[in-house]
Structures are given as C-alpha cells and as structure tokens.
C-alpha cells in the first residue's frame, strides 16, 4: 500500500492508504489512514505517533482533503473521521478552508495550580493564557493530569491584541508540534468566542472564523514526498 508525506506549517503526517499501524510515523507527527474513497468523499483515521488514536485533527483532516484534490481535481472534499464530517474547499489563494462543526468551550477552572478553560473541537483542549514558551512544562502537566482520564491538547496562548493570538501547543500522543489546526479553533474560542482570529504558532498562521457555536479554519496543506502529487497539480478549481 502506498504512502506519502503531506505537512500544514511543520505538522508532518504520513497519509496511508489502508490501516496504518506498521507504518513508519518516525519524525512525524502520526499517520492519516485513507480508509475508503468515494468521489469527493474520504474516510480516515488518526493515529499519534504514540499508537494511540486521535478523535480529531484540524490540520490532518485539511491534509487529507488536500491529498483528495490532489487526485480528483475538485476544489472540495468532504473528510468522515469518526461521527464527524468536515467539509474542505480550496480558496483562490490556495489555502483550504474547512468546517470543523460545533465548538463547545467550558467554564475556567484549575487544575494543578494553572488556570484554564477546557474547550472540545470534537477532541479535548485545556487553553492556558500565559507566556507561550511556558508550553514545556504546562503541556505534559496537564496532557496526563487526572482531571483528563483520556488525556487532554494543551495549549498556552498570549493575546496580543483583539483578533491575534499567539500560542505554542503540547499535543496528545504527540508532544509540541509546530502547529495544530483544532488546537488553533480551541485557542480563538477560548479567547475570543466569536469573529475572525488570527493564531500564529511557531510554524505559522492559521485562521480561525466563529459563528453560532461553529469552526472554520484556514490554512495550507503540502506535500513533502517528491512523488506525491502537488494539491494543484491537474486540477481545475470548480
């Protein structure tokens, strides 16, 4: 079975075309299994680099309509993971945007002696506002802490002015990875609830618009693999 190398800002994910537990995810942050296909349809499933699975990935699910594109030539793809359907089109500037659905953010509280506000995408988050390079030592606290029985995303985020955040994020099963899509949707909930948000996370921007209880985000998707095709390449935007 085929597999190739797509990243969103750094986020490095194998894509494999079947079950993916003997890939090789090393030097990655996990595996992308395509598990069917069906015109602009895609179903996956998430795997971390630590064999656990993943509910949910904003910058997996974009990668893996981006690989879809890639082949089908459509601007649109709608990616099945789990009891979520996340509908991804190519913008004319040659981002994805995709509709991560509802946003559910919980009240503050503390855990461990740090302030945070749990926030679900369809997978856990714990926002900490606070100084971003702080992330080593508050990500693994809280990933593993009681509070979170299947272990938690944990983000630390700094507002730098209405609309702009800046955050660095600890993820589960992974570690610190240089950007996460639904780590940027828990960070522009939890700091803003609603309106267009900018975060900036060490490998680069994603954009974050709110409405109504729901999630669009922003971003790019590439191939890495000299044999995987580019996510233009042959197609016509419809």
């Known amino acids: 079975m085929r597999s190739s190398r797509w990243h969103a800002h750094g986020n490095l994910y194998v894509v494999h075309e079947g079950e993916g537990g003997g890939v090789d995810a090393s030097g990655t942050d996990g595996v992308l299994e395509v598990l069917r296909v069906d015109g602009d349809d895609i179903t996956i499933g998430i795997l971390n680099t630590d064999g656990s699975r993943a509910e949910m990935s904003g ?14 030539g459509s601007s649109l793809a709608r990616v099945h993971v789990g009891p979520r ?24 509280e503390t ?8 926030v679900s995408v369809g997978n856990p988050h714990a926002v900490v506002l606070g100084d971003p390079d ?5 990500g693994p606290l809280l990933e593993t802490h009681p509070r979170f029985p ?31 899509g639904t780590s940027a949707v828990a960070v522009a909930a939890a700091t803003h609830g609603e309106g267009e948000v900018l975060v900036r996370f060490p490998g680069g921007d994603l954009r974050v618009r709110l409405a109504d209880g ?19 390449e042959g197609s016509t935007p419809s």
Request: no cysteine.
């Open 59 to 72: 910058n997996g699910t974009r990668i893996a309509a981006a690989w879809l594109m890639a082949r089908t």
């Open 85 to 108: 359907t996340v509908e991804v089109r190519r913008t004319p500037d040659g981002l994805y945007e995709s509709d991560l659905g509802e946003v559910s953010v919980g009240a503050r």
């Open 111 to 118: 855990v461990a002696g740090i302030e945070l506000t749990p």
């Open 134 to 138: 702080e992330i080593g030592r508050i």
């Open 150 to 180: 299947e272990r938690t995303n944990v983000q630390v985020a700094r507002v730098e002015r209405p609309g702009v955040v800046t955050a660095r994020v600890w993820e589960r099963g992974v570690g610190e990875t240089s950007a996460s």
């Open 214 to 232: 729901r999630a669009w985000l922003t971003g790019p998707a590439e191939p890495v693999d000299e044999n995987s095709p580019s996510s233009h």
